[in-house]
């Protein structure tokens, strides 16, 4: 039976708790139903606390086995142990004292991949937020930074390998072929950061050394004859270890390094110290098994979690409110870090394209948060879009609102002040007031409030006084809870642009402060008038994508062809294109609704063709230009009365009118970019097999068109060019002979490949159209699938619901049945699996009103149903104010 008291956490209850626990030892005696763990805690009664304060300690599910104080057990009325909390409520009168509790748990059982269980019989651990109180009773709060202390015992054939936080100190034989490695993290850290891995895995390894001469000693953990698979990885730790001394002065800081990659977990990875566990599917990659996104998430996801060492766990946040404090400022970190080791603007443009595919739409729907929140009922379901995506581009924002070397001085004194600390946002703005003397309180609204700011643009320009008018108001529309709303301080970098697209000076400007290209907007309407330009400019605007905010400009078409074809800024070359094909893109579709043929400007394929043709830009880069804005991304635009097959009409005309223009031009290119040499995942090699891709879906458009891809999956030579072509042929011609022998030959070689099977679920799952429900069903029935393991239910569900508009909203309702029931079934077993997935509802209101009405009754059937746990709950309800 599960206990959901409906409890709600308010930021503004925060207060410190009245016990410190200063150093913590661990024993765990592994086994895999019967794992004892004897803790024993030193506790320190917080100054000032009055001497009968009690001490009341977090669980979840546990089961108290023995308690002794002070090493005397403890006596029956001196506590009261439930499953979820243990509370002492006459602690001893000494203000230091020590506990010793011993719980009982069965690793093997616990489907919810939180706290201790096992993965491939493998023995590892996820606390992350809230389970270390699923091992032991503790203050499991992150403000509580203990240091610790683990010895681990298990059988020595099932678990060679026994690993923990910090350095290694210890290990020994014990009786009955038993073992035991001791292990001590120096660095005082929150429960949340605990790990444990036992069992028996390949290993490569590497030596890092330090900026200042220090040797670390790099392990990758893997399941056996995969090792070859990890090397990769290890090249992308090495690289973000160095960038992070370059880049922010940050040094690794213990003896060791170990990643573990395992097969069932719930995220992408977790940043425990000197322990971080990886799902294996951010590990493992080679030119036969991973496609070019692979070795692109690898080395971002790789590098988020080592940078966290330095944002997150030396500085961790005082409470879960805080969690952009380390999610937001370390995707920060990431996207500059690939954006060094990759190309900036390519980069800059894949970021805006999560960042508005995912985040635009939480924070447009009943789901919206501050960046900040400031309540949750499950904290696990605010590891958001917003929290980390909108919280790396409010401090991309502090960057471009101080300029380089201030951003850098105040992340030198923010590690400075902080080291060691439970720190708040409030923290974070603080250092860079101090090191730049701005007052940054109208910007920390950022943190504060939800919603997408809307900025309102008209211009004008006065040829008889060299003036250009730019009339720019800001709003930000309401979110739940949330109806009236402040104004923000918004950073818009724009530049003016002329005849030949290079930038224009202007001799004055008045009604906003500009500084270094850069608008800032305070107040709801700037009236901002530039001088000294005689000719009319034409607007370049958000540049970088400098604010994270939607536009509507009064804009002639021609401006936005002229700035797509020449903006000297490349991104905004690709926004201005990108605007353009999401207007014609949005016309269609009305048009089709109104029971009209959609007409598409033949500018539009003219435009398409030379961005392929033009070798000055970088293969990667012509292929984000030549991708039509997505399906979600439309129905965002329209807005409202949303039909996903009109929108999917309306896609597909579009890409074939694009094609048609240029069908010569595409085949050759397509033809002069075939692979030579060995395989690499460099980004320059990913991005010629990004727009050799890009062009054979535009060449496999026309009905019965799939030879051209049929070749490519049969000679392919990696991952990428065989799973592109595979997903052509499955797409374009579902149930085709050509598309199930595809399907039937990837099958037979990638069988016993669970990560490889993902790819053939994902693309099977987004097969446009009505029959794809009653494939994916079918598809729950095959050997590979597994209701248990997250990786599998993403692929095969949570690409379906979330990916495949089509199938998932078919208008009688089966998708949304098909949903409801393996969100149930997965939320039995695994809660933080179920309400991720039920997210995909979220955008409900705004589809059609036959649609809307099928998708509620979906909500509330998961509402409606038994025993939900708070996790899917929370979503539901929310979804569904
Ligand atoms: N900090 C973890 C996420 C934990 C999620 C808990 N539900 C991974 C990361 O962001 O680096
Ligand atoms: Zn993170």
């Known amino acids: 039976m599960r206990t959901d008291t409906g409890q709600i956490f308010r930021l503004e209850d925060y207060r410190p ?149 910090g350095n290694p100190r210890e290990t020994g034989k014990l009786e009955g072929g038993r073992h035991y490695a001791v292990w001590h993290d120096p660095f005082p850290k929150p429960s949340y950061l605990f790990a444990l891995v036992a069992g028996d895995l390949g290993r490569i390894g590497d030596t890092f050394v330090t900026a200042s001469g220090r040797s670390v000693e790099l392990g990758i953990y893997v ?145 919206a948060h501050p960046v900040r929140p400031r309540r949750y009922r499950e904290i696990n379901n605010f590891y958001t879009a917003t929290v980390y995506e909108k919280g790396a581009e409010v401090v991309r924002m502090i960057h471009t609102i101080l300029g380089a070397e201030i951003f850098r001085k105040g992340m030198d004194l923010y590690f400075e002040r902080h080291d060691g600390e439970a720190a708040t946002v409030e923290d974070f703005l603080k250092v860079f007031e101090d090191v730049s003397g701005s007052d940054l309180s109208q910007f920390a609204l950022w943190y504060h409030q939800a919603g997408t700011p809307n900025l309102a643009i008209t211009t004008s320009h006065d040829a008889k006084n060299s003036e250009f008018l730019v009339e720019i108001e800001q709003s930000v529309p309401p979110t739940p809870a949330e109806s009236r709303k402040r104004l923000m301080h918004i950073p818009l970098a724009f530049a003016l642009v002329g005849k030949n697209g290079g930038d224009i000076a202007y001799t004055g400007v008045e009604g906003a402060t500009v500084e270094n290209g850069v608008i800032h907007l305070r107040k709801r309407r700037h009236n901002i008038r530039f001088s000294g330009v005689p000719g009319r400019p034409v607007l370049s605007l958000n540049r970088g994508f400098s604010a994270p905010v939607t536009l509507s400009v009064e804009q002639r078409p021609e401006d936005q062809y002229f700035l797509a074809r020449h903006d000297s800024d490349t991104f905004s070359r690709w926004q201005a294109f990108n605007t353009l094909l999401t207007d014609a893109l949005v016309a269609a579709f009305r048009r089709i609704r109104g029971g009209k043929e959609p007409e598409f400007a033949s500018d539009i394929g003219d435009l398409a063709g030379v961005f392929a043709a033009d070798s000055t830009l970088e293969p990667a880069y012509r292929a984000l230009a030549l991708t039509l804005p997505g399906e979600a991304d439309i129905a965002r635009e329209i807005g409202a009365n949303i039909d996903p097959d009109a929108i999917f009409t309306a896609r597909e005309l579009l890409a074939r009118s694009i094609a048609d223009t240029n069908v010569g031009r595409f085949g050759e290119l397509y033809a002069s970019l075939r692979n030579e040499g060995a395989f690499s995942p460099d980004a320059a090699s990913a991005g010629r097999r990004a727009l050799r891709n890009v062009l054979l879906d535009y060449l496999s458009l026309k009905p019965g068109d799939v030879t051209l891809a049929e070749g490519q999956f049969a000679d392919a030579t990696n991952m990428t060019d ?160």
Request: with cysteine; aromatic share 8%.
């Open 17 to 165: 708790s009245d016990y410190l626990i200063p150093t913590t030892s661990l024993d765990f005696r592994l086994s895999p139903d019967r794992t004892r763990v004897i803790a024993e805690l030193a506790i320190e009664r917080r100054k000032g606390v009055a001497g009968d304060a009690p001490l009341v300690l977090d669980g979840d599910g546990l089961a108290l086995k023995r308690l002794e104080i002070d090493g005397r057990a403890a006596a029956a009325n001196a506590y009261e142990a439930t499953p979820e909390r243990l509370t002492i409520s006459k602690p001893p009168k000494a203000t230091r004292f020590r506990l010793t509790i011993e719980t009982e748990l069965g690793p093997a059982t616990n489907l919810a991949l939180m706290g201790l269980y096992r993965s491939n019989n493998v023995y590892c651990t996820q606390c992350e937020a809230e389970g270390f109180r699923r091992i032991t009773y503790f203050l499991d709060r992150p403000d509580i930074l203990s240091v610790y202390t683990v010895r681990i015992e298990a059988d020595a054939k099932e678990a060679p390998l026994l690993l923990s936080n």
């Open 223 to 367: 399941e056996h004859g995969k090792e070859a698979r990890a090397t990769y990885a290890m090249d992308a730790l090495k690289r973000s270890m160095r960038w992070d001394e370059e880049k922010f002065g940050r040094e690794y800081d213990l003896e060791v390094f170990n990643i573990v990659a395992v097969s069932d977990f719930n995220m992408g990875a977790m940043e425990n110290k000197g322990l971080n566990i990886f799902n294996d599917k951010y590990v493992l990659a080679d030119s036969d098994t991973a496609t070019d996104a692979d070795f692109a998430n690898i080395e971002a996801i790789i590098a988020h979690e080592y940078f966290h060492n330095w944002t997150g766990n030396r500085i961790t946040c005082r409470d879960w409110f805080q969690l952009c404090l380390k999610e937001g400022l370390t995707v920060y970190r990431d996207h500059e870090f690939s954006a060094d080791q990759r190309s900036r603007a390519v980069k800059r443009i894949a970021e805006v394209r999560t960042l508005k595919s995912h985040q635009f739409p939480e924070d447009q729907g009943p789901l």
């Open 722 to 881: 065989r799973a592109t072509a595979l997903a052509i042929l499955a797409h374009r011609q579902p149930g085709s002979e050509p598309a199930k022998a595809a399907l039937a030959s990837f099958e037979r070689r990638y069988a016993s490949d669970p990560l490889v099977m993902d790819k053939w679920f994902q693309i099977q799952a987004s097969v446009p159209g009505a029959a794809t429900v009653e494939a994916v069903k079918a598809l729950t029935r095959h050997p590979a699938f597994s209701m248990n393991n997250p990786n599998r239910v993403r692929s095969l569900i949570g690409t379906f619901s979330s990916a495949n508009q089509t199938a998932f909203h078919r208008p009688d309702g089966a998708g949304y049945d098909f949903f409801v029931e393996a969100v149930l079934k997965a939320d039995g077993d695994n809660p933080q699996l179920a309400a991720r997935l039920a997210t995909a509802l979220r955008s409900w209101r705004s589809l059609e009103p036959g649609r809307q009405g099928k998708a509620r009754e979906a909500l509330l059937a998961i509402a409606n149903a038994k025993d939900l746990s708070t996790d899917l709950r929370d979503i539901v309800e929310r979804t569904l104010a």
